[in-house]
């Protein structure tokens, strides 16, 4: 496994995007955030349609709300809010899955929304710490005219052959809990022989953002990350791009919201997080970002062709020995990357 080219310059692409606005106000990766009592200032590891969607249902449900985002892959940006506690920047968080929230407990506030009684109780913290926002699903987004028999790949067992070397990008685990989630997930279908051979043929990017146009621009054959970034290019109809879920087993990680300790705007990160919660928004994210919902009461297939979850092989990533189990997997993974 290599550091690649593309990973620097995608380490540069992260801290520019760390130091943009979102829509509603000024902040920065190293000044200070936040406006108003009306203003609620969010870190995100969200991309610009998700987070442009909750910006504007936000401004539809109260046009007095102001958000104020910076974006960032999720490990820095939780490692920033611990940096910061006690003079915090921002209220809320958006943008990581329960596992990883569980190390940086102290740091949220709980609040229970109103929304949230129609999301299933397994997506919902029994403390109220943090809930779903969405569904992940993990796949493989495979550019077959990169391909020599332009056939992708349909297990994680196929990307052990040394044939992929140098054509398979991820990016880094201990930065990016998409990457997390499917490598850990790998790991556990795999095994630590068959893994090592997968860590062999991976290129890493710093930046989760740069691992699916390197595919869909044809400098991999393959990326491994969540459906709801491989699909966009599915639904523009790329030729050659499709999207895989792994018949030997795919791994279902949620995306989820919390209001950091002590918001310097509590009322407005209220607001925030229940429009992150609310019926119309999720409909919005499915339509425009293709994120599955939280909420029960969505009907998927009326916005994209998903397959439906039970049709998947899915392995359970959520063991009560899970938490531990990641643990031990980022030191397993420093000992082969």
């Known amino acids: 496994m290599k550091l690649t080219r593309l990973t620097k310059l995608g380490a540069v692409a992260a801290v520019a995007a760390l130091a943009l606005t979102g829509c509603g106000g000024s ?14 200032v969010m870190y995100s590891s ?31 940006l939780l490692e920033r809010i611990k940096a910061e506690a006690g003079k915090n920047s921002a209220d809320v968080f958006y943008g990581a899955p329960a596992a990883t929230l569980e190390e940086y407990a102290d740091l949220v506030e709980p609040y229970e929304s109103p929304e949230a009684k129609a999301i299933p109780e397994n997506l919902v913290d029994p403390e109220h710490r943090w809930t779903a926002t969405n569904v992940h699903v993990v796949a493989f987004m495979a550019n077959t005219d990169q391909i020599d028999n332009k056939t992708a790949p349909k297990t994680w067992k196929e990307l052990t052959d040394p044939k992929w070397k140098g054509k398979l990008i991820v990016a880094d685990p201990e930065q990016s809990t998409t990457a997390l989630t499917a490598l850990y997930g790998a790991y556990k279908v795999l095994g630590e022989a068959d893994f090592k051979k997968l860590a062999a043929n991976l290129e890493v990017s710093a930046s989760s953002g740069n ?127």
Not at 30 to 38: D, L, Q, R
Not at 54 to 69: I, N, R
Not at 320 to 330: I, M
């Open 27 to 40: 902040s920065s990766g190293g000044g200070e955030t936040g406006g108003g009592e009306n203003t609620a």
């Open 46 to 76: 969200n991309n610009e349609t998700t987070i442009g969607v909750v910006v504007d249902q936000a401004a539809k449900a109260d046009p007095k709300l102001k958000v104020e985002v910076v974006t960032g892959s999720s490990g820095p």
């Open 211 to 337: 691992v699916y146009p390197a595919v869909a621009n044809g400098e991999y054959a393959v990326s491994i990350g969540y459906e709801s970034n491989i699909y966009p290019y599915v639904a523009g109809g790329q030729a050659g791009v499709e999207i895989v879920y792994p018949s030997d087993g795919t791994f279902v990680e949620e995306d989820s919201v919390i209001i950091i300790k002590d918001p310097a705007h509590p009322d407005a990160a209220k607001q925030l997080i229940d429009t992150i919660l609310a019926k119309e928004t999720q409909e919005e994210l499915l339509a425009q970002s293709y994120r599955r919902p939280s909420r029960s009461d969505i009907d998927v297939s009326q916005f994209v062709e998903f397959p439906k979850l039970e049709d998947l092989t899915i392995v359970d990533i959520h063991a009560d020995e899970d938490t531990k189990g990641r643990t031990d997997f980022l030191k397993f993974w420093k000992s082969v990357s």
